[in-house]
């Protein structure tokens, strides 16, 4: 029998396997994620660790950890976990990949459709009253149909939102590791970031690359907050030289209620919801004991990091 530590509560009935298979399994209590210093704590005499993409696993926990024989991290990737310093330990990683793929090109394309067409502003108006009249001026958009969609990340999630984006008759132009973002950038009407969060793509869409997006662009981030840089994206938006934003994920998470980007003009901020179905977060909750159970067990993770 392992003892696992759990971070949070899960969506659906895998949690119930591992204790079948005679796991000790500990759940986090609190909807917020537990301090780094509860973290290591709880940490400590697990053989098992099942974490959020916010809980942190670096080398002091790792260090605390000593029988730690397997982490699944509930997410597509594992930028929160210290890989190097799990496989000196021989601990092994899992991830969840594939799942969450429709559910987020789903958000991507709904936050584009959102603020292309100004449809938070729109209900705003009607739930504060200021909607008086039809109006000929009122609330004004941008196409969709027949625009440029530029995607950054050309990977599952990428071509998930390539698919939508046709039954709109949109111009795709994806942007790899090898390709000209800039030039992409110039020709986009909007621009989807899908791409993983390394050292090379930190702060892919700095001032620079605004600067190269022209003035009636519109960006959409649901990959990554530190994708972007957000002191030069607020100051492209309060100065209207990028139409609007609409973010899925921000760097760091939550932004503080203080942060100055919050008060950007078009700007979309939604907490993280990419994965956000019933189905595609109890999928997660089973691929993640799948991991757990075989990295417990000696046997290799169905789905490595």
Do not use: C
């Amino acid at each position: 029998m392992a003892h696992v530590f759990v971070t949070r509560a899960l969506a659906g009935d895998a949690l119930d396997r591992l204790a079948a298979a005679g796991h000790d399994v500990d759940v986090w209590e609190d909807n917020l994620p537990p301090h780094p210093t509860e973290l290591r704590e709880r940490t400590a005499n697990a053989q098992g660790l099942l974490t959020m993409l916010s809980d942190r696993v670096d080398q002091q926990l790792l260090d605390a950890a000593t029988g730690l024989r397997a982490i699944a991290n509930y997410a597509v990737g594992s930028d929160n976990i210290d890989l190097e310093a799990a496989a000196r330990r021989d601990i092994q990683v899992g991830v969840t990949p594939d799942v969450l793929t429709d559910a987020t090109a789903d958000l991507a394309f709904a936050l584009l459709l959102a603020a292309a067409r100004r449809i938070v502003e729109a209900n705003a108006a009607v739930q504060s009253g200021r909607w008086r009249t039809w109006e000929a001026r009122g609330w004004l958009g941008a196409d969709v149909h027949g625009a440029t969609l530029v995607i950054v990340g050309p990977g599952r999630i990428g071509r998930a939102v390539a698919d939508r984006a046709a039954g709109f008759a949109m111009n795709v132009i994806t942007v790899g590791r090898d390709d000209d973002l800039h030039q992409a950038l110039q020709q986009a009407d909007f621009v989807s970031l899908h791409a993983p969060l390394t050292p090379q793509t930190r702060h892919v869409i700095d001032a620079a690359a605004l600067a190269a997006m022209k003035p009636t662009a519109i960006l959409v981030n649901t990959g990554r907050g530190g994708l972007v840089d957000q002191g030069a994206l607020r100051s492209a938006l309060e100065d209207h030289r990028l139409a609007g934003a609409a973010l899925d994920v921000t760097d760091p998470e939550p932004l503080p209620a203080d942060d100055p980007l919050l008060t950007a003009p078009n700007l979309l901020v939604v907490p993280h919801i990419g994965s956000a179905t019933t189905t595609a977060r109890s999928r997660m909750a089973a691929m993640a004991v799948d991991n757990l159970l075989a990295g417990l067990d000696g046997r290799p993770m169905p789905h490595p990091a």
